[in-house]
């Protein structure tokens, strides 16, 4: 028995054998079906990971953009509300200039004094600068000339009206008289 499950494994009918040719070819014709497949997973895969990293750096660059227009609109709002005290501390200014000599040494304006300095230390925290212009030469981005007068040609000889910056940008010129150089 053991000689005749040789001899039959050894020699394939006819038949067997093209049983064994069809599964072979069916076979093959799966592999190239599944490998063509393959192929066009893997090239979905790569246009799925190109688009992944580029909504990824869009995402990134969105978020950049978000957090610059957040700050942009901070400062922004804070520009305003500083413009809008500008005047008020002009009055102080003002009111501290026409004081009259025998009520400079009273407690109250002592103590508005202090109000006003600290106004103005927390105003510079938030970036707010004066600018010192009285003898500067004129600069028609941080001086409007309101007159003109005796002294040094184009120097600053009076200041009407203290000029502030912010950030290194005038939030509002100074108003000044200008020597002409007589």
Same mark, same amino acid.
Not at 138 to 148: A, G
């Given at each position: ?8 494994? $050894?020699? /394939?009918?006819? *038949?067997?054998? &093209? ?23 893997? =090239?979905?895969? #790569?246009? +799925?990971?190109? *688009? ?5 750096? /869009? ?13 942009? @609109? ?15 501390? /002009?009055?102080? &200014? ?14 109250? =304006?002592? $103590?508005?004094? #202090?109000?006003?300095?600290? @106004?103005?230390?927390? @105003? ?7 600018? +010192? ?12 000339? @309101? ?8 120097? =600053?000889?009076?200041? +009407?009206?203290? $000029? ?6 005038? *939030?509002?010129? #100074? ?8």
């Amino acid at each position: 028995m053991t000689s005749a499950k040789q001899s039959s494994a $050894g020699t /394939d009918s006819p *038949l067997e054998l &093209q049983i064994l040719r069809k599964q072979l070819e069916d076979l093959q014709s799966q592999v190239v079906t599944l490998t063509t497949e393959l192929d066009a997973a893997k =090239v979905e895969a #790569a246009k +799925f990971k190109d *688009l992944a990293a580029r909504s990824q750096a /869009d995402l990134q660059n969105a978020k950049a953009r978000v957090e610059r227009e957040r700050s942009e @609109l901070a400062a922004f709002a804070l520009e305003a509300m500083l413009k809008k005290l500008l005047p008020t501390i /002009d009055s102080f &200014q003002r009111a501290f200039l026409h004081l009259p000599e025998e009520l400079k040494n009273h407690e109250w =304006v002592k $103590g508005v004094t #202090a109000i006003e300095r600290q @106004l103005l230390k927390e @105003l510079e925290s938030a970036g707010l600068k004066r600018m +010192f212009s009285l003898g500067a030469k004129i600069d028609s981005e941080c001086h409007e000339v @309101l007159q003109q007068g005796p002294g040094a040609k184009d120097t =600053v000889t009076e200041v +009407f009206e203290e $000029g502030y910056e912010m950030h290194g940008r005038v *939030l509002r010129p #100074a108003k000044v008289k200008v020597g002409d150089g007589n």
